[in-house]
């Protein structure tokens, strides 16, 4: 069982930057594969990012290629998205994810145990 909590989120004019945090709990953290994914008003939660330990592949979708970058800190439980050259498009609900390891890329909401209950980001033109 992981249990997840995000901050991070907030306002920001398009091209600023955000940190997005996830603190995990659960003694087997450093086993599942993280990721980050999104939702936008009216649209379907779309994978953003993974993490997988402890080869430490990272994944991302094309739209936030070069933008985005996850990070993971098993010591502390913790998973981070750095998001730089924000759009508008961008807006989202972002959540956290944790997956239970098995082979693949994972970036299917379903591919996914656990979630966290997300985090607002904000992005003005």
């Known amino acids: 069982q992981v249990h997840m909590v995000e901050s991070g989120g907030g306002w920001v004019q398009a091209g600023g930057s955000l940190r997005l945090s996830c603190a995990a709990s659960g003694r087997t953290f450093g086993v599942y594969i993280m990721g980050w994914f999104r939702q936008a008003p009216g649209k379907e939660r779309e994978f953003v990012a993974a993490f997988r330990w402890p080869t430490g592949s990272t994944y991302y979708a094309d739209s936030v290629q070069g933008r985005f970058t996850i990070s993971r800190d098993n010591a502390e439980n913790m998973v981070y998205l750095q998001m730089n050259s924000l759009k508008p498009e961008d807006t989202a609900v972002y959540y956290c994810?944790?997956?239970?390891?098995?082979?693949?890329?994972?970036?299917?909401?379903?591919?996914?145990?656990?979630w966290g209950q997300g985090t607002q980001v904000t992005v003005s033109s």
């Open positions: 994810s944790a997956a239970q390891p098995r082979r693949g890329i994972l970036i299917r909401p379903s591919d996914y145990d656990y």
